[in-house]
């Protein structure tokens, strides 16, 4: 592994242990075994190197989701399985969700790794509007990542706040599926009677 990994690696060991506001410059020489030049050099800012860590933990977390997807693409069934694989990944502990919450709170206060998050976030979105219709992400348009995805997005952010504020009333993929389920009754009965 050269410097430029060591840095990704030891940015992201940094980033589960501290934080994002926490986590110094120093902090990362260290645990990556390089230098602080390195970190200019290949990333430009700690917060540059901080927002490409983050990316890279949650596209490795975001791969649990496709494990054992059960269901028909656009199903209930098939919601609810990739929910669960989603909630199951809230439970662990450390969870990388926490450093979202993070973002959101100190967002204003750490701008290029908001924008580096919001240029992500999109893709984010696209993966979540392919898992659940069992597309390709390519297949996925932008109009389509920027409803259906953004829906799916916010509903991971909501999520991900509940987890954080109280594990222990947070809704699981079953609560999840049922209030859709309550949704799409309600407007096939809305539809009905309109």
Known sequence: MGHRDDLLEGA?????????????????????????ASIGYHYG?????LAQAYVALVEETSDAFEGD?????????RFRSVWASVVAT???????????????????QLPDVRDELARAQREGSRGFVALLRGVP??????AT???LGSFYSTLMLGLIA??????K??????????????????????????
């Open 90 to 108: 809230m439970r662990e502990p450390g969870s990388l969700w926490r450093l979202s919450m993070e973002i959101v709170v100190m967002g204003d």
């Open 45 to 49: 800012s700690k917060d540059a190197l």
């Open 69 to 77: 997807v059960a269901g028909e693409p656009g199903s209930l069934e």
């Open 162 to 167: 509940q987890w954080t504020f109280d594990p």
């Open 145 to 147: 990542a920027d409803t």
């Open 169 to 194: 009333t947070a809704p699981d993929a079953d609560a999840l599926t049922e209030g859709l389920r309550q949704v799409i009754e309600g407007a096939a009965t809305a539809s009905r009677a309109g």
């Open 12 to 36: 992201k060991r940094c980033l589960l242990a501290k934080g994002f506001v926490r986590t110094t410059a120093r902090d990362i020489v260290k645990e990556s075994g390089t230098n602080l």
């Open 137 to 142: 992400e390519e297949d996925v348009t932008d």
